[in-house]
Nanobody, 121 residues
Framework: QVQVVESGGSLVHAGGSLRLSCTGS??????LGWYRQAPGKERELVAS???????????SVKGRFTIAVDNAKDALSRSVYLQMDSLSPEDTAVYYC?????????????WGQGTQVTVSS
């Protein structure tokens, strides 16, 4: 059974930091990423990391957020973290983890349930 489970969302003051965690299990994942969706807005990419270690960041978080992976000894489990520093109220959103399984050129996306991040001014 494939599972993607996030944790770490909370209420924090502007200028503070949070670390989100996500563990994907049950299959071999290639790309892992974090997305967010603020009220009334579309879901957007925050950061992602490929199986080769290439990272991608949204312009709005560059220099403030850092994505990192932790490959467990079990090939069917990978964890991805999002270190968020210098948070601002504009970062308030539900943050979702996405794990991608690539199989013979076909990609399947698995999403976590989301974790709320609220930044107060």
């Amino acid at each position: 059974q494939v599972q993607v489970v996030e944790s770490g969302g909370s209420l924090v003051h502007a200028g503070g930091s949070l670390r989100l965690s996500c563990t994907g299990s049950g299959t071999i994942f290639s790309t892992l990423g974090w997305y967010r969706q603020a009220p009334g807005k579309e879901r957007e990419l925050v950061a992602s990391v490929s199986s080769g270690g290439t990272t991608t960041y949204a312009d709005s978080v560059k220099g403030r957020f850092t994505i990192a992976v932790d490959n467990a000894k079990d090939a069917l489990s990978r964890s991805v973290y999002l270190q968020m520093d210098s948070l601002s109220p504009e970062d308030t959103a539900v943050y979702y983890c996405k794990a991608v399984r690539s199989y013979f050129g076909y990609n399947t996306d698995y999403w976590g349930q989301g974790t709320q991040v609220t930044v107060s001014s």
